[in-house]
């Protein structure tokens, strides 16, 4: 991986870890007092993860943090057989 | 299923079928001359399902078929152990 330009310390890519330690990043990002958004980004089955921990975080602290913004995608990967196949994305705002 | 309100014959719910056999009944919605909008809506595993679907149509007919607006949600289910527990959902609004 590229080194990555400074704003994406507001990013945080889901995969394949439980919900909950997704969930605990976000709320550990979102307490420290200069972030107040940040993204969620995930592709393929971790979608679902993504929607997963962005409604449980929304939920428990319903009033400080917001859904702002969904954004579908489409990336090329390569697969296992070395062949470019095409994956979906999600992109999820949070907002403080 | 208790009888459905006549706009939700523009609401098309992803599951576990093919991803292209859901594309399919959205083209071929969307091509009908009264209809030039539709929701798709999924939870749990088939959220992904439901952006590949997104995903697919709208990048065959890029032209036509833009993505409108995209929610997410949060819905109780019951388990197989008879137990409430809850349950992402995701809502994708096409447009003609």
């Not at 995930?42 to 400080?64: K, L, P, W």
């Not at 859904?67 to 470019?84: K, L, P, S």
Request: negative net charge; glycine residues 6%.
């Amino acid at each position: 991986m590229s080194e990555e330009p400074t704003k994406d310390q507001n990013v945080i890519y889901i995969g394949r870890k439980p919900v909950m330690s997704y969930v605990l990043a976000v709320i550990t990002s979102l307490n420290m007092p200069d972030v107040d958004a940040l993204v969620l980004k995930a592709r393929g089955r971790a979608i679902t993860t993504a929607v997963d921990v962005a409604e449980i975080t929304r939920r428990r602290f319903v009033d400080t943090i917001k859904v702002d913004r969904i954004e579908i995608g489409t990336e090329e990967v390569e697969g296992m057989d070395g062949r470019a196949r095409n994956v979906s994305t999600i992109e999820i705002d949070l907002k403080r």
